[in-house]
């Protein structure tokens, strides 16, 4: 498949460890902010979400943290595996219509 | 369940001619969105078509247009095409009122502006 990006922030860990993928969003005004993972070829993947009256949320495996203070995000994977290798996306939706603005991405590589 | 279907998958244009790009949203889904992926960056949104209007613009130019037909499937058109528009165009459908995270991503069509 293609690359999905090159010249990305990258994370690397190994199998089993956990790992953390941060994201600085832009807009205040937004109030709900989703995680997307994309793999090479393939279309973003919905990860999990929070809105902006909550600062945790946690799902299978991944934990998002939401820090309106300093407007950061950040994505927690607990016992990564080689599956998890992916562009990690955040995006917030400030604008209505469900449409949504992504930040930079981060790739993760693990090793087995 | 055949998700949101994306055509061409790849093609190559130069530099002045015009593109149209295909999707079909995911079964259930009336609400049409199209995001412009540069390499290395993530999507930007483009627009957002429902009833066969465009409801809602991101910062694009006019060459830049779409349209939405009774089956809810979309186009999107770009006119003399530039270098820098070179990019993943992802599709993405939901259903009408429905919150972000339903929204559901093709896997792109892949253009390349020579």
């Known amino acids: 498949g293609e690359s999905v990006g090159l010249h990305l922030p990258t994370l690397s860990v190994q199998e089993g460890d956990n790992s953390i993928i941060n994201c600085a969003y832009s807009?205040?005004?937004?109030?709900?902010f989703i995680w997307y993972k994309q793999e090479s070829g393939k279309g973003p993947q919905f990860i999990i979400d929070?809105?902006?009256?909550?600062d945790k949320r946690q799902g299978q495996r991944v934990t998002v943290l939401l820090n309106k203070t300093v407007k950061h995000l950040s994505l927690q994977i607990a016992a990564t595996q080689p599956g998890d290798s992916a562009v990690y996306f955040c995006?917030?939706?400030?604008?209505?219509?469900?449409?949504?603005?992504f930040g930079k991405g981060t790739m993760l590589l693990v090793s087995p | 369940d055949a998700g949101v279907t994306q055509s061409p998958t790849h093609l190559i244009k130069t530099r002045g001619q015009q593109v149209t790009l295909r999707c079909s949203p995911k079964?259930?889904?009336?609400?049409v969105s199209w995001y412009q992926q540069a390499l290395g960056q993530g999507p930007q949104f483009i627009f957002q078509?429902?009833?066969?209007?465009?409801?809602q613009r991101g910062n694009f130019p006019d060459r830049f247009s779409g349209h939405q037909f009774p089956n809810y499937s979309s186009e999107l058109n770009v006119n003399a095409l530039l270098l820098g528009d070179s990019a993943l165009y992802l599709c993405?459908?939901?259903?009408?009122?429905?919150?972000?995270?339903?929204?559901?991503f093709g896997a792109g069509s892949r253009l390349t502006v020579l």
């Open positions: 929070i809105r902006s009256n909550m």
């Open positions: 078509y429902y009833e066969e209007e465009e409801r």
């Open positions: 993405a459908s939901s259903p009408l009122g429905s919150g972000a995270n339903v929204l559901t």
């Open positions: 995006a917030e939706n400030g604008g209505g219509y469900s449409t949504l603005t």
């Open positions: 807009n205040s005004a937004s109030d709900y």
């Open positions: 079964s259930g889904h009336d609400t």
